[in-house]
């Protein structure tokens, strides 16, 4: 379903700015994983399955927190909320870079899980829907997406050059990266305070957030649709996280190569989400959303018929780099579905906090059938990864399904709003 497109002077751009920037550095410590996969195993002397439950320890308080947070981007400014995120992320990145025991990593990530849920995500996501009007949105998700991957892609790479610094100590290169995590975070707390306006992100139609306000927007249907859609195209997405060590063990790469690969695809890619917005606001986001699930599925089966080798490295990252750009140009409408389903902008929050529990659940699930299969199978063989691509086929096939259903169930609500009387009709027939 097209939708009518709006001028880009629509958009409040130094909101979609500061989101950016904020989105760009919150996530960077926990997801640490997926780009500095084989020295993180080192620095804390810990297996594939250990690794991957630290990663699901965030992913599960992400899921108990997404929630709350929905109420709380009802009731509280995005700038305080904001604030509350990145200062505690910063205290817990300086503990977290003095590498203790696996134990206390995990607690660490119980910390994180919340501070980088309850009181930022939902924020987040309403804050951004309100930096542009409804014949913009896919755009202004878009962009917020794109601006923030292509920041974080600076922040990686530094990162990937401490690696390379310290290449012949892991210990010393994760330490170093940790920290500097860290200062990002303390420096993204000092610019909020200082220049993020202090909008009442529930100013504008706000739904309250009690039991009776919960339970009518838990009522619309088109919310659990968009979060089973999100859901399998996050679940597919959730395969880049060992691309990394696939590329080091099965196709030669150095750690550091490696961890500067990671970096391009899940940073610098970024900038496709941009066109995503784009391509959204012309064919409508469900439909983005379908040509994305395609693609990933053409790029799945190519993984599968062509395992990667030394030899064969070249055809791994066009292939990979395919994958990422069909991934980042979804990821720029998944939220812009809640104005193509037609939630109401007071419902964003409640809204947010529902389909974020179900979508991104497998933060939780995923890191742990993916260790568990590395595990098995061992890293230096081609079968569990061979696995995690099904899994990821088996996804995309059932968000293509969803996509469809989604798009004929608003099809219909929106015909039989135009065929419904309105007061004044019914008045002129009495």
């Known amino acids: 379903m097209a939708q009518n497109r709006g001028s880009l002077k629509q958009i409040n751009w130094l909101g979609v700015v500061l989101l950016a920037v904020s989105g760009a550095t919150i996530y960077m410590m926990p997801y640490a994983r997926s780009t500095y996969y084989d020295p993180m195993m080192k620095a804390f ?11 699901s320890m965030f992913g599960f308080l992400t899921l108990v927190c997404y929630f709350p947070g929905g109420w709380l981007a009802d009731k509280f400014s995005a700038k305080k909320l904001l604030f509350v995120s990145f200062a505690a992320n910063a205290i817990l990145g300086f503990w977290y870079s003095r590498l203790p025991s696996y134990g206390t990593i995990l607690f660490i990530h119980v910390l ?4 980088c849920t309850v009181t930022f995500w939902a924020a ?26 292509i920041a974080s892609t600076v922040i990686a790479l530094v990162g990937a050059y401490l690696i390379k610094l310290h290449a012949d100590s ?8 940790l920290v500097f995590y860290s200062l990002m975070n303390a420096g993204v707390a000092v610019a909020i305070l200082l220049f993020l306006p202090n909008v009442d992100t529930s100013g504008e139609g706000k739904t309250g957030a009690s039991v009776a306000d919960i339970l009518r927007v838990a009522r619309i249907p088109e919310i659990w649709f968009i979060a089973a859609i999100v859901m ?4 597919s997405y959730r395969v880049q996280d060992i691309m990394t060590p696939y590329s080091t063990n099965l196709c030669g790469l150095s750690a550091a190569l490696g961890a500067t690969l990671a970096a391009i695809r899940h940073y610098g890619m970024g900038f496709f989400a941009i066109g995503g917005g784009f391509l959204g606001d012309r064919i409508g986001s469900a439909n983005t959303l379908i040509l994305g699930f395609f693609v990933i599925i053409v790029t799945n089966v190519l993984l599968l018929l062509f395992p990667g080798t030394p030899a064969t490295l070249g055809l791994f990252v066009f292939i990979l780099m395919t994958f990422m750009v069909a991934h ?9 579905l809640l104005n193509e389903g037609q939630v109401p902008v007071g419902a964003t929050g409640i809204a947010t906090g529902i389909i974020a529990t179900i979508a991104y659940s497998p ?3 995923a890191p742990l059938y993916q260790g568990k299969l590395l595990d098995i199978y061992g890293k230096d063989v081609h079968t569990g990864y061979n696995y995690i691509f099904m899994t990821s086929i088996g996804a995309c096939i059932l968000g ?9 169930r608003v099809a219909a609500k929106i015909a039989a709003q135009n065929t419904s009387p309105t007061p004044a009709s019914v008045a002129a027939q009495a």
């Open 45 to 55: 002397n810990i297996t594939n399955t250990q690794l991957g439950s630290i990663t």
């Open 112 to 115: 994180l899980g919340i501070f």
């Open 124 to 149: 987040y996501i309403k804050g951004t829907r309100l930096c542009a009007p409804p014949e913009c949105q896919a755009r202004a998700f878009g962009f917020v997406e794109g601006f923030r991957r």
């Open 170 to 177: 892991p210990a010393d290169a994760v330490q170093s990266v």
């Open 232 to 235: 399998l195209a996050y679940l």
């Open 328 to 336: 980042f140009a979804m990821r720029g409408v998944y939220y812009a």
């Open 363 to 365: 933060d939780f699930y």
């Open 400 to 408: 293509i399904v969803l996509c469809h259903l989604f798009k004929k």
